[in-house]
């Protein structure tokens, strides 16, 4: 069984939907199980249990939250040999793949053992407090489809 940690910062409740939209599909996935969690209230204790990671975040002033790069830093400090990762965020406007790009950066920089998968994956809002825009979900459930073939292979 593979495990595998959605870890996600929100502040309108925008990215939070993303991270459970790309669940649904890790959960119907065999052999998989996911587990959606706010980044603040993962138990790094017991993070060490889960071979896969994705952070989300939303971008602001052109890259991801505090949190979220605050959580990648402590990825860095567990023991993460062989454990994989990738990233998402939600923007508006000209920010997109902005957070992404800025959260897989800062992995390589402070969590280096982990494996980044697959690009991230930038889903856009239509105002600071959402919504999501319209044809943007069906982008998050084909990306934990994604996830889900390259964890299996």
Known sequence: M?????????????????????AQELQAAPE???????????????????DVFLVGAPTHFGGPTRASKGFIERLGKIKSEGKRIAVFDTYITEDFEKGV?????????????????????SIRVLDMKGPIADGELPKCHDFGKR????IRD
């Not at 593979?2 to 459970?20: M, P």
């Not at 996830?147 to 390259?150: N, R, S, T, V």
Request: net charge positive; proline share 3%.
């Open 2 to 22: 593979v495990s595998v940690l959605i870890a996600y910062d929100t502040k309108y409740g925008n990215t939070q939907r993303v991270a459970e939209a790309i």
């Open 32 to 50: 998989m199980k996911a587990t959606v969690q706010n980044i603040k209230k993962v138990d790094m204790k017991t993070i060490s249990a889960f």
């Open 101 to 121: 790009r800025n959260m897989e950066e800062h992995i390589r920089e402070k969590a280096p053992s982990l494996t980044i998968i697959t690009p991230g994956l």
């Open 147 to 150: 996830i889900a073939a390259l």
